[in-house]
C-alpha cells in the first residue's frame, strides 16, 4: 500500500508537528532552525520518513489495496519489521504466551505491557503501532476503557488501541474516540473470551455469520477505524468486509480483509509446537537459534571460545 504522507484530493499533506518532534533522530525533517546547507546535506542523504496513519489504512480499502500487520514485543523485532516495511506493529496480549510464560493471555496486566509498547514505539519510526488493551483493563465501564487507552497513548506511547468483543461494546468504542484514542475492534474469536466461548472454536459459521457482520457495522458507526476478525470463515469475513466502510484485518479469516496479521513468533518460526491452520512459516529461527546456542556452547567448552582475536 501507499503510506507516503502525500494523498489524495480527499485527504491533505501532513505538516511537520508544530511543536516540536522530540530530539532529532535519522529520517526526521531538520527543524527550523537548522542552516540551509545543513538541511541540504540531511535531506540529500535520507529523505524524511513517513509515519503510516491510520487514513493510509483506510486508503489501502478504497483502492483495494493491502497492508501486513505484526505483532512486536521489544525493540529488535519492531525495528526489523519497521525496516522491512511491515505497516501496522501491535504490542498483543499475545505477549502474555509468548513473552511472559502464560498458557493464555488472559494473565497479561496493563502494567507488564507498557513498557514492552513502548520499546516497540520508541524503536518504530514508520509504522502504525496499535496496542492491546488486556483482560479487565477495559470491561467495567467506557470511563474504565478510556483511562486505560490514554495511559497507552501516554505512557505507552502508542498510536492506537485495539479491544475485543462485538456490538456490545459499541459505546465503549465511541467513547474511546471521542477522548482522541484510535480503536481498532476485535471480533469472531476473542482470546480473552475464551472460557465463555468453550475454547479455541471458529466462529461465525452459518447463521452466526450475521451476528458477526451486525457487530462490524456497529462498530464501525462507533468510530472504530478498523475490525479485526480472528478464524472467521473466508465467506463470513468477505460479507463483513463488504458491509462496512472501513479496513478489515484478518488472523485466520481469509484473503478479503484488508489487512492481515500473525503473531510474529509464529510467522517466523519462533514457537515450537503444532501451528494453527493459519499460519504461515516463513523462516525456522528455532532451529537457527538452536544450532547457534549449541555451537557456542561447544565452543565454550572445548576452549575454542574466546580466541586470541576475541581477547585485549
Request: charged content about 20%; aromatic content about 6%; proline content about 5%.
Amino acid at each position: 500500500m501507499a503510506t507516503s504522507n502525500s494523498s489524495d484530493s480527499s485527504m491533505s499533506a501532513e505538516v511537520p508537528a508544530p511543536y516540536g518532534t522530540g530530539p532529532s533522530r535519522p529520517g526526521v525533517t531538520p527543524s527550523a532552525t537548522t542552516s540551509q546547507s545543513d538541511t541540504t546535506s540531511q535531506t540529500d542523504s535520507k529523505k524524511p520518513v513517513g509515519r503510516v496513519r491510520t487514513h493510509h489504512l483506510q486508503q489501502a480499502k478504497t483502492k483495494g489495496e493491502h497492508f501486513a500487520m505484526l505483532t512486536a514485543y521489544e525493540q529488535y523485532t519492531a525495528e526489523i519489521f519497521d525496516e522491512a516495511g511491515i505497516e501496522v506493529l501491535l504490542v498483543g496480549d499475545s505477549a502474555s504466551n509468548n513473552v511472559f510464560g502464560n498458557e493464555t493471555s488472559l494473565p497479561v496486566t496493563v502494567d507488564e505491557l507498557l513498557p514492552l509498547c513502548r520499546a516497540v514505539a520508541r524503536s518504530a519510526k514508520r509504522a502504525l503501532v496499535v496496542a492491546d488493551l488486556p483482560f479487565g483493563s477495559y470491561e467495567v465501564s467506557a470511563e474504565q476503557a478510556v483511562a486505560t487507552g490514554v495511559r497507552f497513548l501516554k505512557e505507552g506511547l502508542a498510536h492506537a488501541v485495539k479491544i475485543e468483543g462485538g456490538r456490545f461494546y459499541a459505546d465503549t468504542v465511541r467513547a474511546m474516540v471521542q477522548a482522541g484514542i484510535p480503536v481498532m475492534a476485535h471480533i469472531g474469536f476473542t482470546p480473552q473470551s475464551e472460557h465463555s466461548l468453550g475454547g479455541y472454536r471458529v466462529q461465525g459459521r452459518g447463521d452466526d455469520a450475521q451476528r458477526l457482520i451486525d457487530d462490524a457495522v456497529a462498530l464501525a458507526d462507533a468510530g472504530a477505524f478498523s475490525v479485526l476478525m480472528e478464524m472467521v470463515p473466508a465467506a463470513t469475513a468477505a460479507a463483513v468486509d463488504a458491509a462496512i466502510a472501513v479496513p478489515t484485518v484478518g488472523i485466520g479469516a481469509g484473503n478479503a480483509t484488508t489487512g492481515q496479521v500473525l503473531v510474529w513468533q509464529d510467522m517466523a518460526g519462533l514457537r515450537g509446537g503444532k501451528m494453527a491452520k493459519f499460519v504461515k512459516q516463513y523462516a525456522d529461527l528455532r532451529t537457527s537459534l538452536s544450532s547457534a546456542a549449541k555451537a557456542y556452547g561447544d565452543d565454550v567448552r572445548t576452549g575454542q571460545f574466546p580466541g586470541p582475536e576475541h581477547s585485549f
